[in-house]
């Protein structure tokens, strides 16, 4: 069982950056593989990127200006995310999967965190 915890988000300026973070509880943190979510009002969840021991995968929509990390020794998994677009606007999900493959799917993820609101303004 894992327990997620998102915090950074709020309202920044378009060209702006923000960083999230996405503490997980337990000892087993540095075997999940995590990804990254974001959901806009009337829209379905979507990828942003994903990070396992080979490194980060990034949907097009955010690569170049998105960056993600992780700290296994925080249990922690980071969202940089730079020259923000008021399209970027949404609630952001981390998620955990047990799998060693970064999957793009929300259904292959089995944890999730509450979520944390970015807000970009033009």
């Known amino acids: 069982q894992v327990q997620l915890v998102e915090s950074g988000g709020g309202l920044v300026q378009a060209g702006g950056s923000l960083r999230l973070s996405c503490a997980a509880s337990?000892?087993?943190?540095?075997?999940?593989?995590m990804g990254w979510f974001r959901q806009a009002p009337g829209k379905e969840r979507e990828f942003v990127g994903g990070i396992r021991g080979t490194g980060p995968y990034y949907s097009d929509s955010v690569k170049g200006r998105f960056t993600i990390s992780r700290d296994n020794a925080k249990n922690t998994v980071y969202l940089q995310m730079d020259r923000l677009k008021p399209e970027d606007t949404a609630v952001y999900y981390c998620?955990?999967?047990?799998?060693?493959?970064?999957?793009?799917?929300?259904?292959?993820?089995?944890?999730w965190g509450q979520g944390t609101q970015v807000t970009v303004s033009s």
């Open positions: 337990g000892r087993t943190f540095s075997t999940y593989t």
């Open positions: 998620a955990a999967r047990t799998g060693a493959i970064i999957r793009t799917k929300p259904d292959d993820y089995d944890y």
